[in-house]
Nanobody, 119 residues
Framework: QVQLVESGGGLVRPGGSLRLSCVAS????????MGWYRQAPGKQRELVAS???????YYADPVKGRFTISRDNAKDTVYLQMNNLKPEDTAVYYC?????????????WGQGTQVTVSS
């Protein structure tokens, strides 16, 4: 199994920055990719950014040019640097890691960290 723990959320003014961290533990060698999702009140959870084991990255259109995902494999950690934050970025952000154990695809989720962008 894989466990994920996020940190780094908080309250920030529009235009500000935050960096989220997600540390994986357990069967980390089985992880195929890592990513960040977010869920705003009354909305569905949506993919924000992801990074594969080979370093390929994906960004959702609303965050392109403002958010950067990175990964430190030695620390089993993925980061989400969020710059020029907007009120519409307010959401609970969840770390996600699809992994495979003995041919069975599984998905790990973190507990979520709140990001609030408000003046």
């Amino acid at each position: 199994q894989v466990q994920l723990v996020e940190s780094g959320g908080g309250l920030v003014r529009p235009g500000g920055s935050l960096r989220l961290s997600c540390v994986a533990s357990g069967s980390t060698l089985a992880i195929d990719a890592m990513g960040w999702y977010r869920q705003a009140p009354g909305k569905q959870r949506e993919l924000v950014a992801s990074i594969t084991n080979t370093g390929s990255m994906y960004y959702a259109d609303p965050v392109k040019g403002r958010f950067t995902i990175s990964r430190d494999n030695a620390k089993d950690t993925v980061y989400l640097q969020m710059n020029n934050l907007k009120p519409e970025d307010t959401a609970v952000y969840y770390c996600n890691a699809p992994y495979t154990i003995i041919g069975t695809p599984l998905i790990a989720w973190g507990q979520g960290t709140q990001v609030t962008v408000s003046s």
